[in-house]
């Protein structure tokens, strides 16, 4: 059966699948990056993960996949294949999708691990049919992708989409990035947990225990959590201000708040716009299996492009 290599990699664990024409999970598999023993070994991992992928499909499915594609954290450039820089990781300048094909023997794409889930969430997910979307996903940092019909953007530099790093409280809190009062210092999942925990004291608290303090109307977690709101919905208005898009697609852990973040984030953003045309807010549909979808749709549209060029 025709399938290609989906393959998601995170700062301690990679996520990978052999997809078929239809989007349908042929297998799945997981396996640690190893980066305890440094980026060298991540690498290493990476490529002997997709080669045992490869033979398995070969072996089980009755040949080798046809493409591969990868997701990865950090700075990547896309169209050069290069995994630029990813802190998590230790990289600096990978050269990962020759280093895949030359591997495999097959094309490979190379995609932002945000992007790549904005692209599965945004074809399979909470933005199917829209033709245009922002995806944001608010986990230890915040990152996003914009979607136009059916791809998302990476930009002229691979750096499209990092509204963690949109300044939302001027002269605010100091980000590793350079900058003062970035929206990730504010509204991600590490900023909530560093907030409550600071708040009530206990230093084992996250954004989830935050959460449920909320529920049950403890004022310090109304207050902590109200400030995350407000930032995150200041960024969001920059981005609908800018991009216009249909639909707002929240995920990341902190969305798996639900409605405790939805219900005060629709109502902040509604608030904050004036000329501009509202979005659908909607959460992630997808959970942690769209990075791995999305890499295999870079995969099969790897396919589509080759066929394309070479048809008369």
Known sequence: MRHVIALDVGGTGMKAAL???????????????????GPDAVVAAILEFAAELHGYGERHLGEPASAAGVAV???????????????????????????????????????????????????????????????????????????????VESGAHGFAGEIGHVVVRPQGAPCPCGQRGCLERYASAAAVSEAWAKACGDPDADAADCAKAVTSGDPNAVRVWGEAVAALADGLVTAVTLLDPRVLIIGGGLAEAGSVLFQPLREAVESRVTFQKLPTIVPAALGDTAGCLGAGLLAQDLLTTTTAEVTP
């Open 19 to 37: 997809v078929g024409p239809d989007g349908e999970l042929l297998h799945q598999d997981r396996r640690a990056t190893g980066r305890d023993r």
């Open 73 to 151: 954290p950090g700075i990547v450039d896309e169209s050069a294949g290069i995994a630029v820089y990813a802190a998590n990781l230790g990289w600096r300048d990978i050269p990962l999708r020759a280093l895949l094909s030359d591997r495999l023997g097959i094309p490979v794409a190379l995609g932002h691990d945000v992007r790549t889930g904005g692209l599965a969430e945004g074809r399979l997910g909470a933005g199917r049919g829209a033709d245009r979307f922002f995806f944001v996903a608010l986990g230890t940092g915040i990152a996003g992708g914009f979607g136009l019909d059916g791809r």
